[in-house]
């Protein structure tokens, strides 16, 4: 499973910026879709998840400033659309993306827990 994020950027704080996912390859179905991110000395956290029935759960840091999204026409793409942004929101973004290989006939297999290279936001103050 291959997964391609793109749209990060440098932001004056107060902007905003739209990150995109899409994951490709041979697999059954995907479970959940979500973005972490990475600050630099700090360890990677989760910012937002949205499961494939549209549970979403935000970190408290982002909640009512970022919102995640799945594509309605391309259910293997998600977004992470970041308003408000603050110098603190600066980090390396990576996609994820959990999902279930094929199986036997029609039924899942085993699952795969795949990640993005990152793409780096960067909010100047």
């Known amino acids: 499973v291959q997964l391609q994020a793109s749209g990060g950027g440098l932001v004056q704080s107060g902007g905003s910026l739209r990150l995109s996912c899409a994951a490709s390859?041979?697999?059954?179905?995907?479970?959940?879709m979500g973005w972490h991110r990475q600050a630099p000395g700090k360890q990677r956290e989760m910012v937002a998840r949205?499961?494939?029935?549209?549970?979403?759960?935000y970190s408290a840091s982002v909640k009512d400033r970022f919102t995640i999204s799945r594509d309605d026409d391309a259910k293997n793409t998600v977004y992470l659309h970041m308003s408000s942004l603050k110098p603190e929101d600066t980090a390396v973004y990576y996609c994820?993306?959990?999902?279930?290989?094929?199986?036997?006939?029609?039924?899942?297999?085993?699952?795969?827990?795949?990640w993005g290279k990152g793409t780096l936001v960067t909010v100047s103050s």
């Open positions: 994820n993306v959990i999902g279930f290989l094929h199986g036997k006939g029609w039924s899942p297999g085993r699952t795969f827990n795949s």
């Open positions: 949205q499961t494939n029935v549209g549970d979403q759960d």
């Open positions: 390859g041979n697999f059954h179905s995907i479970s959940s």
